[in-house]
Nanobody
Framework: QVQLVESGGGLKQAGGSLRLSCAAS????????VGWFRQAPGKEREFVAA????????HYADSVKGRCTISRDDTHGRVYLQLNSLKPEDTAVYYC???????????????????WGQGTQVTVSS
């Protein structure tokens, strides 16, 4: 099992940047792919980015491609989401998720991810 805790959210300015952190507990964290999702009020949870177990391969939603970077540090049990050129539509609760199999099974479906953090609120003001 793995437990996930997100941090780094808050109030941001449009055009600025944010760096979210997902801290994972569990000795076998390196075997999990990790994804970031977000959910805005009244909307469904949507995929943002994912990174494969062990790093290397990544996948991004079209809405953030080119301004988003996901990375991981398995030594310290951390996954990071860097998002630049922030827009008001980036406002949402951001969640990290972990799964042994989701990255190879399609990635974007929240149902494929078995472990979730509690989320961190990001608000982008214009």
């Amino acid at each position: 099992q793995v437990q996930l805790v997100e941090s780094g959210g808050g109030l941001k300015q449009a055009g600025g940047s944010l760096r979210l952190s997902c801290a994972a507990s569990g000795r076998t964290f390196s075997i999990y792919g990790v994804g970031w999702f977000r959910q805005a009020p009244g909307k469904e949870r949507e995929f943002v980015a994912a990174i494969r177990a062990g790093g290397g391969a990544t996948h991004y939603a079209d809405s953030v491609k080119g301004r988003c970077t996901i990375s991981r540090d398995d030594t310290h049990g951390r996954v990071y989401l860097q998002l630049n050129s922030l827009k008001p539509e980036d406002t949402a609760v951001y969640y990290c998720a972990a799964s042994v199999t989701a990255f190879s099974r399609g990635t974007v479906d929240p149902q494929l991810w078995g472990y979730w953090g509690q989320g961190t609120q990001v608000t982008v003001s214009s």
